[in-house]
């Protein structure tokens, strides 16, 4: 396991590196003037060990770039970096990875679900679906986890709980029977609640098992659908809010999410020359930033002897 890199290592390295070149000039010159034996003394406190192994196997920053970080290597199970993966923080619209896996459980893909007007006033990220207007439950699935809309997931939350508290219900029973801890929900969509958090090794575990379930392996992979309700012709447009698909060889997903409180988040799983990552990142500023660093670093860390 890889923490950040402290400042202690970076002054070893440089202080180890200045009393090598130091030491060169004694055994030419023949002599050590003070100054240089105030240095050659330092360097006994540098950490050689540290120092000697190779560039990429510490992380490129010295201030851990997001909030919450897990990136894990699936094959073997090593975790190659993390920062506070235990902690517990608002994961915004990840929570429709939970959503998504109890809709699939309890629900059936081909029911019609009518938009309440509850679900056609959720606000921030949405379709603009009206109230009235019919839909697959499948296509409403495919809304909240490709574009991340609250209003088609609240209608299919409410269809499938029978109410959002219902379902709420249902989702903290799933998550204490996979031992997620750390985590607790308030609402289905993810939006921010002090009663409302997880943490980026529980979201690891949830992620993968959600991954056994086909559909929503397949449906976290589209970058762009389309969907149409069943009393109407207006299709509506979905394109994917994970930048990495597409873009990244080897991307499969997973979800995004952002609240004002949880800041940007992500979750990622990369395939590439027989390595699977698993990339959970909260409460990041700099999210594709830090995402593409740590997708980097990861696939090099992981073709590293241990």
């Known amino acids: 396991m890889v923490r950040n890199c402290g400042k202690l290592y970076r002054w070893s390295f440089l202080v180890g590196a200045a009393g090598a070149c130091i030491g060169l000039l004694c055994i030419s010159a023949g002599a050590m003037s003070p100054s240089i034996a105030l240095a050659k003394s330092v360097t006994v406190q540098s950490v050689p060990v540290r120092t000697a192994i190779a560039p990429h196997r510490f992380p490129p920053w010295r201030i851990a770039p997001a909030h919450g970080i897990l990136l894990k290597e699936l094959n073997s199970g090593r975790v190659l970096y993390e920062h506070d993966a235990g902690k517990r923080m608002s994961p915004a619209s990840l929570t429709k990875i939970m959503s998504a896996l109890v809709i699939l459980e309890k629900g059936q893909l081909d029911d019609f679900v009518t938009i ?6 959720a606000h921030k990220t949405h379709l603009r679906v009206k109230a009235g207007q019919v839909f697959r439950l499948e296509d409403l699935l495919k809304a909240m986890l490709i574009v991340s809309a609250n209003d ?4 299919a939350v409410e269809h ?3 109410d959002e508290a219902q379902f709420v219900a249902l989702m903290n029973a799933k998550a204490a029977a996979l031992g997620l801890a750390d985590t607790h929900f308030s609402n289905g969509c993810g939006f921010d609640n002090p009663d409302h ?3 980026a090794e529980d979201l690891a575990a949830l992620s993968l098992i959600a991954l056994d379930q086909p559909i929503f392996r397949q449906l976290v992979r589209e970058e762009r659908a389309t969907i149409t309700p069943v009393n109407g012709h ?3 447009v979905l394109h994917t809010t994970n930048r990495l698909l597409g873009r990244i060889p080897g991307v499969e997903g997973i979800k ?10 992500l979750i990622a799983k990369v395939s590439q020359n027989g390595s699977d990552l698993l990339l959970v990142i909260l409460n990041s500023k700099r999210r594709w930033n830090t995402a593409t660093n ?7 860390a992981a073709e590293s002897p241990h």
């Open 116 to 121: 309440s007007p509850n679900a056609a006033r």
């Open 152 to 155: 088609a997931c609240l209608a």
């Open 160 to 162: 499938v709980g029978g």
């Open 197 to 199: 958090y997880s943490t």
């Open 234 to 236: 207006r299709s509506y």
């Open 256 to 265: 995004t999410g952002f609240t004002s409180k949880a800041g940007r988040c």
């Open 294 to 300: 740590l997708i980097t670093y990861g696939l090099q």
